[in-house]
């Protein structure tokens, strides 16, 4: 084998396994350090509910007592399943919408210039920012190979991984 194809077989072996592991490495340390953060704010909203329905009422948002208790049980609870990648994609879609509605009350303001200017660092800078990217990016990517899900997928469905089936196996209905 000539040094030209080793180089190309090493390039490509190496990107192989190496694109894999440093997307679950991102993606661990996003939802570890998101999901720990998502818990803890609603753990505090959880924990002083008063709070959240009062501002939840300043900003006219209907059932503000349902929606505090709603609000800070998905961030307490979602974030605790972020963290531990189990049923990532569901628990992201529920914070993705919830970082969403945060944005379209709370951080109305931020969302004038980013439509108008295109200017960014408004929006980027308010708090739903990096919990809104997060669950954005587990939810289209999955949660990695170091999560429950994966875990889960591994126990539950190991035949479908170690032994991929050929067309010409597959047996008629």
Known sequence: MSPKNLLIKAYTLTTQFARPAVYSI???LMRIIWGYQFFITGRGKLGDIQKPIAFFTDLGI?????????????????????????????????LVINMTVAYLTAHRASLGPLFQNGETWD?????????????????????????????????FFRHDL????????SQPD
């Open 123 to 155: 929006f980027a800078g308010q708090a739903p920012f990096w919990f809104l990217t997060t669950s954005i990016i587990v939810l289209a990517l999955g949660p990695g190979c170091v999560s429950l899900d994966a875990l889960a997928k591994f126990l």
């Open 26 to 28: 991102i993606i661990l």
């Open 62 to 94: 209907p059932f503000p007592t349902a929606n505090a208790y709603l609000v800070g049980t998905v961030e307490c609870f979602g974030g605790l399943l972020l963290l531990l990648g189990l049923g990532s994609r569901w628990v992201s879609l529920a």
């Open 162 to 169: 170690t032994k991929p089936k050929l067309a010409s196996q």
